[in-house]
């Protein structure tokens, strides 16, 4: 008798570890899945074609972005391992934009960085509105803020991330074009996607904290894309 129930106790164990054995294998092949769809996904886009299941990518690349990081920093710009970044931003453009062009002029607003001001700006700091631009012509701000005065787009030149985020908070209803740096950007594009915003993201060309530079076609092309 003693003998049948460490007979059928070893059985449950043998039984219990087979389960386990299982769902371990189960687990590796998911996770490899994954792994390989990320970088299908990355090579799509950085090639220019279209991703299959946009918004899952998306999903896999922000679980799974500290190992892909890791994995594709050599392959990064700038010795900066930006890769991931990158894509996800333009992912997430490519996720957006249908319903981006959803929304009327007056309910898009534009945040710019102080960065891509000109060193001599005139502009005052306020509160609650940002770098005020006086439109001086110093650099092609004034351009994009009296385009955006003239269509009713709200444009904001950011003095840091908190401004930004309160800013983001405050027109959850509003689509969004967003100029930044990577690292700027792709906080921002996790942060629109869990509030909700409509948000469409534009890498500056050059960084640092003063006298960067913006594609400002590119800007203007998605903040008035329809
Ligand atoms: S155009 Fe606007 S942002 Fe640019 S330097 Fe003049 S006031 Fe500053």
Known sequence: MLNAAKGS????????????????????????FLFAFALLSVLLVRSGRRVPFPK???????????????LLTPFGSGGGGDLLERVAISLGNDVNFRDFVNFPLTERILIL??????????????AFEGIKCVKCGRCEIAML?????SLGIRLFISPGGTFTKRILMQNRDKAVVGVACIPNLYEGLLLTRLIGITAQG?????????????????VLRRLLAR
């Open 9 to 32: 106790g070893g059985e449950a164990l043998l039984l219990l570890f087979e389960i386990l054995g299982l769902v371990f294998v189960l687990l590796a092949v998911l996770l490899a």
């Open 56 to 70: 899952f990518s998306l999903f896999v690349l922000s679980v799974l972005h500290e190992p892909l990081r890791w």
């Open 113 to 126: 960085p102080q960065c891509l001001r000109s060193v001599e700006c005139p502009a005052k700091l306020d």
């Open 145 to 149: 803020k009296n385009l955006c005065d």
């Open 202 to 218: 534009i890498p500056l060309l050059t960084t640092g904290c003063v006298g960067t530079s913006v594609d400002y076609e590119e």
